[in-house]
């Protein structure tokens, strides 16, 4: 099998699970990592499984990762397999607690690219997923690499 996975990241953190996540997969599979960074255009040829990350800001994932998937036409992806995570904010951190309460409420990328992955025609993988950081700038939570190891090689299982 082989598996793309395309991040963005501002401070560093989605930058870390995502080769987290390819020192994981390469164990049993051919990986490809991919920085977004501004080009649209990545090749899927021969790609089985996509794997999209962005950090959460302002409830979405970066418009450089929002351009990446815009750039393929509304069901051109079917049937490629693929899944989306992100990084957030530990809700523990935020104050006071009704601005909790709008961060959660307000979404994540995560959500929002599951969704467009769909939208492209891609098979789900597995479920989205967020993981922690401490603050905007990090660190990533203690635990969160493992847990992102472990969900990365759970959708090779599942596909
Ligand atoms: C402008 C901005 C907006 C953000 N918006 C959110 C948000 O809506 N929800 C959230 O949980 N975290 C939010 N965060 C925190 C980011 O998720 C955090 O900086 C990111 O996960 C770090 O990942 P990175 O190191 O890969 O950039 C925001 C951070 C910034 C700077």
Redesign the pocket.
């Known amino acids: 099998m082989t598996i793309l996975i395309v991040y963005d990241?501002?401070?560093?953190?989605?930058?870390t699970l995502a080769k987290a996540m390819a020192s994981e997969l390469e164990t049993t599979h051919s990986v490809r990592l991919a920085a977004v960074g501004t080009a649209t255009n990545v090749s899927l040829d021969g790609v089985d499984l996509l794997i999209v990350g962005s950090?959460?800001?302002?409830?979405r994932p970066t418009p450089n990762m929002q351009n990446f998937l815009d750039g393929y036409a509304d069901a051109t992806l079917g049937p490629l397999a693929a899944a989306a995570f992100d990084?957030?904010?530990d809700l523990e951190t935020i104050h006071p607690a009704p601005l909790r309460w709008v961060?959660e409420v307000?979404g994540?990328a995560s959500d929002v690219l599951q969704r467009m992955l769909a939208a492209k025609g891609c098979v789900l993988a597995g479920e989205a997923a967020g993981f922690l950081?401490g603050g905007?700038?990090?660190p990533l939570r203690d635990g969160e690499v493992e847990r992102a190891r472990a969900w990365a090689r759970s959708l090779v299982k599942a596909g």
């Open positions: 990241s501002v401070f560093g953190n989605t930058a950090p959460t800001r302002g409830f990084t957030r904010l961060v307000g994540y950081v905007t700038e990090g």
